[in-house]
């Protein structure tokens, strides 16, 4: 994307992101009240007839009146600067009919893009940037446990280090198997940008496996051959069920998991799981990923995974302050882990 400012690049992604709007990186304000600034700002974050998936509308408002209060507030002549037609009517427009309430906005399903840009390639702004669109209820669980309608930290956190040189040598050209998966974005990422050869992806909610999908035909994976998309509840042996077939057909080489041990209860289930997939593929490796909201949980999972002779090493990948991030936005304020296990024979 030749000839676009850094800054304005930065703004759009986090923006896409539904990013904290107390939180974007806005440019300088200066730099927002030029004119041409302001109309590559509306063409590329509220024109609905440019952009089919733009952020829920209550969003857009929030942003659009911060966006127009710093552009008042770099005027110093009116007769020479002004908020553009375009961004004012956009305002108006929004404000004039009303947006969502706060409860309604919470039920709705949102357009969310996250930008997947490749270190392994050494990236510049002159290509087009790979994105992933997901449709999440962002404020919603299902059920009591369910999480599985919006992209977590601990996701963001692997993505990111899947798309690191070392991260992306796991996936390229393998067999991949993912545990609770929720929205998809991992799967996706990885039957999309980072060359994996097949993917299975599975979540333990139906509700959530049926958005999963939505999100595979968003992102133009609906091909089986390419990505399949089951239900799957830990804690059974799968020897005899379809995971044995699926693996019989693919290979598994890598197991990959994100957010999924913050539940006490569910752990052990989990590692039974983890143990019945070595018993099929010994050489497995599993990338399991999290934020450790609760150090005592966590340290279950260690222990389990040892109890069963489990091999586990940490990944020296620390994420980066959220201001030095250029793409896939996520708080870093908690500690986050990526762990490599394997079970040696």
Known sequence: MPDIDPQLLLLRRQYLQLFEPDFLAWPPSKFLKDADVQKWLHKNLFDPTRNSRLPPERYQMRVLKQLVSKIEKAIQDPNEDEVSDEIMTCLTSFMSKGVPSEFDAVLEKAYVTFTCIPEAEGWDDNHAEPTITLLER?????????????TWEGSLHLASYLLTKHGSRLIRGKNIFELGAGTGFLSILMAKHLGAKHVTTTDGDEGVIESLKENLALN?????????????????DLKGTWVE???TTHPYDVVI????????????ALVTTLQSLFDMRPKLRVIIAGVVRNAETFQTFRDECARLNFTIEDVNFEPK?????KALFYAAAVPMKILSITCPR
């Open 245 to 247: 077939d699926d693996c």
């Open 321 to 325: 302050p959220i201001r030095q991030q």
């Open 220 to 236: 133009n994976l609906e091909d089986q051959q390419k990505v399949r998309t089951e239900t799957l509840r830990w804690g059974h």
């Open 257 to 268: 998991g994100a957010d999924i041990t913050y539940d006490k209860v569910a752990i052990s």
């Open 138 to 150: 962002r404020h919603l669980i299902s059920g009591s446990r369910t999480t599985g309608f919006r």
